[in-house]
């Protein structure tokens, strides 16, 4: 069975660092598709004239021309913070105990993992594959993280092709040039008025700009 693959994410707004990280993890992970999550209410961050419907409007056009790319609206559905492990359990108990299904994330996320909600069971419930620059390996900076998530590192890590045979518990690295684009950065130039082409697909830049999103920082 292919893995079927989960990106989270605030997508405030969406970009071309995004759907370029999924799409060469689609590629190299051999993922049936990408089940895309925008968070609900993000704590600590996010644009507060921004709405969570909106943000979900922009991934849905930024996906419109990906079959394999799919708007899952879930977590923007519920007026209560959502954690990714719920959301995990969620789609576990309606794909069913034996579908893979890979957690994509950056390198960055990866080593912040201990700090999320219940994080040892994300474990139980997928793989996570990480994306990481080249030239950069998990394996040297994993170092500085704590041990407990140093052993999980160790113990799970595993080719990406493994993944298929097994509903979860592995983790994966994958090398994924990293665009330099970021959504901070995009918020900030449609604030000051400056150009977001080629940053983000034009439907999304059309979309910020009709409804005056971003306006200030
Ligand atoms: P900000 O720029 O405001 O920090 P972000 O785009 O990094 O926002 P999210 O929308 O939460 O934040 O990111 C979702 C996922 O996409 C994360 O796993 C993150 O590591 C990854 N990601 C974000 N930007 C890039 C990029 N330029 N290249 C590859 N992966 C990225």
Redesign the pocket.
């Known amino acids: 069975m292919n893995p079927i693959g989960i990106?989270?994410?605030?997508?405030?707004p969406?970009?071309?660092?995004?759907l370029?990280?999924a799409e060469e993890m689609l590629e190299l992970a051999g993922l049936e598709q990408i089940r895309f999550i925008p968070?609900g209410t993000?704590p600590h961050?996010g644009s507060p004239q921004v709405s969570a419907q909106q943000r979900s409007m922009m991934v849905q056009l930024a996906i419109a021309d990906q079959p394999a790319f799919v708007l899952d609206e879930r977590e923007v559905k519920r007026d209560r913070l959502c954690y990714t492990v719920d959301t995990l359990g969620e789609l576990r108990a309606e794909l069913g105990a034996t579908q893979p299904l890979c957690l994509?994330?950056?390198?960055?996320?990866f080593l912040q993992l201990h700090t999320w909600h219940e994080w040892e069971r994300l474990f139980e419930l997928a793989h996570i594959v990480v994306?990481y620059r080249p030239g950069y390996t998990l394996d040297e900076r994993i170092e500085v993280a704590p041990e407990m998530l140093r052993k999980h590192y160790r113990e799970r890590l595993c080719a990406v092709e493994v993944m298929a045979h097994a509903p979860c518990g592995g983790v994966a690295e994958l090398a994924?040039p990293?665009?330099?684009?970021?959504?901070?950065?995009?918020?900030r130039r449609v604030a000051e008025g400056r150009t977001i082409r080629y940053l983000l697909p034009n439907a999304v830049a059309d979309y910020i700009h009709q409804h005056h999103l971003y306006t200030s920082c």
């Not at 969406?14 to 995004?18: K, V, Y």
């Not at 994509?104 to 996320?109: H, S």
């Open positions: 990106l989270g994410g605030t997508f405030d969406i970009h071309f660092g995004h370029r990280l968070a993000p961050r994509l994330m950056g390198g960055d996320a994306g994924i990293k665009l330099e684009i970021s959504a901070t950065d995009i918020r």
